[in-house]
Nanobody, 119 residues
Framework: QVQLVESGGGLVQPGGSLKLSCAAS????????MYWYRQAPGKERELVAD???????KYADSVKGRFTISRDNAKNTAYLQMNSLKPEDTAVYYC?????????????WGQGTQVTVSS
């Protein structure tokens, strides 16, 4: 049984910062890619950032220079540091990870955490 739990969402004013965390727990042999997605009301889920097992990162054009994805392999945790937040960043943010649970690997998803950027 593997779980991903996000935390760190909330309400922030435009220009502010938030740091999201995604902690994986359970029968984990290793974690490959870790991803942050977001879904705004009425819009499709979009990939915001990802980081592979070697630490290489990719970002959506809309967040480049403002968001930073990182991971702590010892803690099985990924982070998303979000700076210079804009109202259009308002969405439910989801964490996802490719996890080897010993007899294969599977893509797991967290339950999501709400980020609201508003004055």
């Amino acid at each position: 049984q593997v779980q991903l739990v996000e935390s760190g969402g909330g309400l922030v004013q435009p220009g502010g910062s938030l740091k999201l965390s995604c902690a994986a727990s359970g029968s984990i042999f290793s974690i490959y890619g870790m991803y942050w997605y977001r879904q705004a009301p009425g819009k499709e889920r979009e990939l915001v950032a990802d980081i592979n097992g070697s630490g290489s990162t990719k970002y959506a054009d809309s967040v480049k220079g403002r968001f930073t994805i990182s991971r702590d392999n010892a803690k099985n945790t990924a982070y998303l540091q979000m700076n210079s937040l804009k109202p259009e960043d308002t969405a439910v943010y989801y964490c996802s990870a490719e996890i080897d649970y010993g007899v294969g690997y599977h893509r797991y998803w967290g339950q999501g955490t709400q980020v609201t950027v508003s004055s």
